[in-house]
């Protein structure tokens, strides 16, 4: 079946510049998340959705920085005024639930990510 | 807090010979915990995952991972590495809500 896929899978683009990143998650997998993947931090989480809803807003790195999901589905990461320390991997994820109560801990499986390069 | 240390950057070991990656955490109440391995330029694939039950959990690949909560590790082996088993290794955690933490990662190289 078919995995998370991530578009574009390579982005150049010039500091100051908006970019938009594209995440479609596994049909039916309810959860969506988002990290960034750099040398210096390693993998950072961002912003996870459940449904069409962000709970948690806290990893994003500044308001440059946002998401949403539509329909339960495709998700987009937004940054504004690219600047050249948001280079990096974005990775998105997706499982069929969040964890809670009884519930098992849903693996997350991850897309081939996009590899942004603010110049 | 939750976090995760992988105390080496780089294994290297021969192929046909144990390998093990080494991964201890942190974190409040019960640990859920996962290893991840990413190829180059592909995306982070699931391996294994500890909820709960027996401390020895067996993954894709062969790999199979031992839960320590005494020593709060999880270190990830494979009886015998194979060269297509080189690639980069993370240990993650998830404890309250539903973010991964995340490893720095560990090399793993098998030469032939």
């Known amino acids: 079946g078919a995995g998370v896929s991530q578009s574009p899978s390579n982005k150049v683009t010039e500091k100051g510049k908006d970019v938009e990143l594209r995440c479609d998650p596994i049909s039916g997998h309810t959860a969506l998340y988002w990290y960034r993947q750099s040398l210096g931090q390693g993998l950072e989480f961002l912003i996870y959705?459940?449904?069409?809803?962000?709970?948690?807003k806290s990893g994003l790195p500044s308001d440059r920085f946002s998401a949403e999901r539509t329909g339960g589905s495709v998700s987009t990461l937004t940054i504004q005024r690219t600047q050249q320390e948001d280079s990096a991997v974005y990775l998105c994820?997706?499982?069929?639930?969040?964890?809670?109560?009884?519930?098992?801990?849903?693996?997350?499986?991850f897309g081939p990510g996009t590899r942004l390069t603010v110049t | 807090a939750q976090s995760v240390a992988q105390p080496e950057d780089q294994v290297n070991v021969a192929e046909g010979n144990p390998l093990t990656v080494k991964c201890t955490y942190s974190v409040s109440g019960n640990p859920y915990l996962f290893w991840y391995v990413q190829y180059p330029n592909r995306g982070l694939q699931f391996l294994l995952k500890?909820?709960?039950?027996?401390?020895l959990v067996k993954g894709s690949y062969g790999f199979e991972a031992e839960f320590n909560k005494s020593q709060t590790s999880f270190h990830l082996k494979k009886p015998s590495a194979l060269v297509s088993d080189s690639a980069l290794y993370f240990c993650a955690v998830r404890a309250r809500g539903y973010k991964l933490s995340f490893g720095a990662g560990t090399t793993v190289t098998v030469r032939a």
């Open positions: 500890y909820i709960t039950g027996d401390n």
């Open positions: 994820a997706s499982s069929l639930g969040l964890a809670g109560g009884g519930s098992p801990a849903y693996e997350q499986y």
């Open positions: 959705f459940q449904g069409n809803s962000a709970p948690d």
